[in-house]
């Protein structure tokens, strides 16, 4: 007879995954967070999954293996992907959020699915099987459970700047989506001369940071790098990163101009826009300085600061299984950025299958292995594989085995591994 009571430990994008998951199959949910009383370092609001830095999910396009990812899950059913989809925001090909509408939706969902939500902050599993999901910014006295029964190891990541819309200089900046795509105004582009970007360059790399003392830059995640930090590699690093001005025409010159910032809505309102790649540790008063030397710039109104924090993930090779199941205690299961997926998306999907598997164990079955020609199977496979030095990782071609055939065309290869991956994920979920 199935024990129909499962914990959930930690309400954002895995663990409101996981409940919700479990609810819509007549689970008992026990859904516990720390807020409202208590806040991470990163938190804006009281909200349950919230997102705390870029409001981007990263591409939409099947052909990429975040786009392929998002196929995924919508296959499995995910609940927060279908959330985040209702609260979209025009990004070109890239899935971006409304911060704020998010987390409101998929906290009201949460409140009308599951009964049983506590406001907690002790350590500790709860009774019988248990979904720990609180991220990497979790607070003592979990933070210190993790460690002592998954290993901690960390890495820092950074937060892009905020501004309020009205204060960019429209007669500075243009709208459009790189090559064309999306609506034509999914992006409000602020372009750089080469006079303009060697003067931004030159102040950017010698700016004053915050905290510098407190991470080595072998800490920090290539996926959020301080644009500082890539600024250092060399003078063209940002052009050829997140200032390419590849695929966008400067409808004032009628030329490509030599770098561009992007800005990207935050909300659906569109009165505040995300700096994209600027993620930044520069201190507050260097950022209005710097930052306001890009032209569209120059009278900014920062609503947000870029800020940088530490992050923290277990040594999930030597304490997680393929099904992100504890080692040691088979009714504890890691969910989340804390189980060593890197990514938004990917921490849903982490939390999707951690409910998937408990609901077998529920019902007295085994969980079973995904196929590891699938993003899903390949993430799983990867935080349970055997590694002298891991690291976070997302979604990404090089975790699939190759394909059967060689196929020299790129795109025609990426749909062909879409192709397999979809074919054998819908095996995965008639054989459930």
Do not use: W
């Amino acid at each position: 007879m199935r024990v129909n009571k499962v914990t959930v430990i930690g309400a954002g994008l895995a663990g409101s995954e996981a409940a919700l998951t479990l609810a819509a199959e007549g689970v008992e949910v026990t859904l516990i967070d720390c807020k409202p009383e208590r806040m991470t370092p990163a938190s804006a609001n009281t909200d349950f999954c919230e997102l705390v830095c870029s409001n981007s999910l990263k591409s939409n396009d099947g052909a990429t293996a975040h786009g392929l990812l998002k196929d995924e899950l919508r296959m499995l059913g995910s609940h927060v992907l279908k959330a985040a989809e209702s609260c979209a925001v025009p990004a070109g090909s890239a899935l971006a959020v409304d911060r704020a509408r998010f987390a409101r939706t998929v906290t009201d969902e949460l409140k009308r699915n599951i009964p049983d939500i506590r406001c907690e902050t002790a350590g500790g599993a709860g009774d019988g099987i248990t979904v720990i999901a609180t991220g990497p910014l979790t607070l003592p006295p979990m933070d210190k459970f993790v460690s002592d029964n998954f290993g901690s190891l960390h890495f820092y990541d950074a937060e892009a700047p905020i501004v309020s819309a009205e204060s960019v200089d429209m007669t500075k900046a243009f709208f459009a989506a790189r090559y064309g795509k999306g609506d034509g105004d999914d992006y409000l582009n602020c372009p750089l001369g080469k006079e303009e970007y060697d003067a931004f360059y030159d102040a950017l790399v010698t700016a004053e940071r915050a905290n510098a003392h407190e991470c080595e830059k072998s800490e920090i995640f290539e996926g959020c790098m301080p644009v500082e930090v890539m600024a250092a590699r060399g003078r063209d690093a940002l052009r050829f990163g997140p200032m390419r001005p590849v695929g966008l025409t400067d409808p004032m010159t009628g030329k490509r101009a030599y770098a561009v910032v992007q800005l990207r809505k935050e909300n659906a309102a569109g009165d505040m826009y995300n700096l994209v790649g600027f993620q930044t540790n520069l201190k507050f008063g260097e950022q209005r300085r710097v930052f306001g030397l890009i032209p569209a710039l120059k009278n900014a109104e920062f609503l947000r600061y870029g800020v940088m924090h530490r992050n923290s993930y277990i040594d999930a090779p030597s304490s997680i299984d393929g099904f992100f199941r504890s080692l040691k205690n088979r009714e504890i299961f890691i969910a989340g950025q804390l189980s060593g997926v890197e990514g938004y998306v990917e921490s849903i999907a982490s939390g999707k299958l951690a409910a998937m598997h408990a609901l077998r164990m529920l019902d007295g079955k085994e969980p079973l292995p995904l196929p590891v020609t699938t993003i899903v199977g390949a993430l799983s496979a990867y935080i349970s594989s055997p590694s002298g030095d891991f690291q976070p990782m997302n979604a990404n071609y090089g975790l699939l085995p190759p394909l059967e055939r060689e196929i020299r065309d790129k795109r025609a290869r990426k749909e062909a591994y879409r192709e397999r991956s979809l074919a054998d994920l819908k095996k995965y979920t008639e054989s459930l």
